[in-house]
């Protein structure tokens, strides 16, 4: 299984960006997908995620009306698409999935498997 995550870079503050996440080796449509963040110092927190069928997402208070996931079963990628983005943004973020198609997680201990994460750095 991997998962490639791609789409970082350096923004300034109110700009966007769009990040993927290619997936092969594992059957996408039946994996629930998620986006979690690390900051320097801090833990890794679930910034969003999407159910399986993409009838169903999460987001965290942070970035709610800021940002959307989505997902291409046909292509095996999920994305993430960043719009007015704030220095407190800035993180390695990393793309995971969950092999359960139960209700969306958010811990990230309850993923199975991830990507190696794409760095956003957003300058003031």
């Known amino acids: 299984v991997q998962l490639q995550a791609s789409g970082g870079g350096l923004v300034q503050a109110g700009g966007s960006l769009r990040l993927s996440c290619a997936t092969s080796?594992?059957?996408?449509?039946?994996?629930?997908m998620g986006w979690f963040r690390q900051a320097p110092g801090k833990e890794r927190d679930i910034v969003a995620a999407?159910?399986?069928?993409?009838?169903?997402?999460y987001y965290a208070d942070s970035v709610k009306d800021r940002f959307t996931i989505s997902r291409d079963n046909a292509k095996n990628t999920v994305y993430l698409h960043m719009d007015s983005l704030k220095p407190e943004d800035t993180a390695v973020y990393y793309c995971?999935?969950?092999?359960?198609?139960?209700?969306?997680?958010?811990?990230?201990?309850?993923?199975?498997?991830w990507g190696q994460g794409t760095l956003v750095t957003v300058s003031s």
């Open positions: 999407i159910a399986w069928s993409g009838s169903n997402t």
């Open positions: 995971a999935a969950d092999r359960s198609i139960l209700a969306i997680k958010h811990g990230s201990s309850e993923y199975d498997y």
């Open positions: 080796g594992l059957t996408f449509s039946t994996y629930n």
